[in-house]
């Protein structure tokens, strides 16, 4: 049996209706282009703000640009620090890197994989702006303890929420707890475009509005440029189909919980380490990561049964080419050790409990 790590198609044939009679409404219109009033885009951007309960949602190009346009917004560049976790994907390191200032990595926490408050601190320096907390996997980062932290030092809080739609912490939407949240609708995050997008959900109306300048040339309005941005604006039908999918979210998402719960329940009895979440949040399982020993061997025998796993992250950033020159990999022991046993399980809403008791069964006979 293949079994695919995401099925998007599936996704589409369920669907398949009101997404088609949606990407028809955004050719007969011609709204391609987001930036100038596009009404495919901003109601996009008004539903998906009262979905996380935000004021404010500025869309983009993608979960990159979200990034690095914050970073701007709140004036950070040449000669300041921003934290950052060790172990996600390189756009939360890249971000700071191209508007001009320095990645600090901070090591993640051996239970939860998010990046541990406890060594924040230790990195702060005169020069540091800004945290930029990682929901990994869907797990929301200890923001409490992140923002405690960036109240005592005057920093900004970023989070970058690119794998955590709908995600809660002590109730709330992640990427409403900081100053601003970023997102990326890349086709397979828990809520997906059909190609690159982007955006923010923040409370602040000056960053909302800086955002959106920066992301469209600097134009508050055609023409009337108050400085320079880029080019970084969602598609309409990008918008559309996310106005399409965003009314599913909650029922996919509960999806993926009760395929992790049955997940759970299979491999409770193995010596497979299964993922745990705090109290009082709540995981949406964009990933379902597990650690196993001697990994990249079972990793082989799972490829050659045709079950596509994965593996986020196979080095933590410090180690990547770009940063290795500064790093050893003592300073971030449990993210080096994570790197070599983490391993992602196939997970989306629609797969079968079939499926999962292939994936577990052949996960069994491969650590065995
Ligand atoms: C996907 C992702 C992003 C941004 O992704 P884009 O592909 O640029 O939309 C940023 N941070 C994390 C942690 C991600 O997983």
Known sequence: MKIPFVDLHIQYEQHKQEIDAALQRVIEKTAFVGGNNNPFVKEFEEKFAEYCGAAFCASC??????LEILLKCFGIGEGDEVIVPALTWISTSESVSTVGATPVFVDAHPDFYTIDPKKIEEKITPRTKAIMPVHLYGLPAPMDEIMDIAKAHNLIVIEDAAQAHGALYKGKRVGTIGHAGSFSFFPGKNLGAYGDAGGIVTNDSAVAEKFRMIANHGQIKKHDHRMEGRNSRMDGIHAAVLSTKLPHLEPWTQKRIERVELYNQLLKETPVVLPTAPDDVRHVYHLYVVQVEN????????????????????????????????????????????????????????ITDDQIRYVVSSLIEAIS
């Open 295 to 350: 990994r990249d061997a079972v990793y082989a025998k799972m490829r050659e049964k045709d079950i596509e796993v994965l593996i986020h992250y196979p080095n933590a950033l410090p180690f990547l080419l770009p940063y290795k020159e500064k790093h050893r990999s003592e300073d971030f022991p449990v993210a080096h050790t994570l790197t070599q046993k983490i391993l992602s399980l196939p997970l989306y809403p629609e």
């Open 61 to 66: 190009g993608n979960g990159t640009d979200s």
